[in-house]
């Protein structure tokens, strides 16, 4: 099983930037897939997560309003649409696989290597 995240750089403050993760290895369209982020010193939080179908997604607070997940499961991939990016969002972003998604890391199996997303001030 692979998780391949990518998309991830260095974006001004007010601006966007937009994750994706391409899966293989596994039945992309039975798992609910998570995107987490963990900033230095840091434990790694939930930020967004969908279900298998796409129909049902959930968001972290902090992100809610500027954050879109979503999924294309002909290309076994999903995406993390990032808007109005604020410097505490700089962490290391992992998108994750759970054939139950929720806010919580224990039930992601499957995880990506990251993705570094620096937002400057």
């Known amino acids: 099983v692979q998780l391949q995240a990518s998309g991830g750089g260095l974006v001004q403050a007010g601006g966007s930037l937009r994750l994706s993760c391409a899966v293989s290895?596994?039945?992309?369209?039975?798992?609910?897939m998570g995107w987490f982020r963990q900033a230095p010193g840091k434990e790694r939080e939930f930020v967004a997560a969908i279900n298998w179908s796409g129909d049902s997604t959930y968001y972290a607070d902090s992100v809610k309003g500027r954050f879109t997940i979503s999924r294309d499961n002909a290309k076994n991939t999903v995406y993390l649409q990032m808007n109005s990016l604020k410097s505490e969002d700089t962490a290391v972003y992992y998108c994750?696989?759970?054939?139950?998604?929720?806010?919580?890391?224990?039930?992601?199996?499957?995880w990506g290597q990251g993705t570094q997303v620096t937002v400057s001030s």
């Open positions: 994750a696989a759970a054939l139950s998604p929720t806010h919580n890391i224990r039930p992601y199996g499957y």
């Open positions: 290895g596994l039945t992309f369209s039975s798992y609910g």
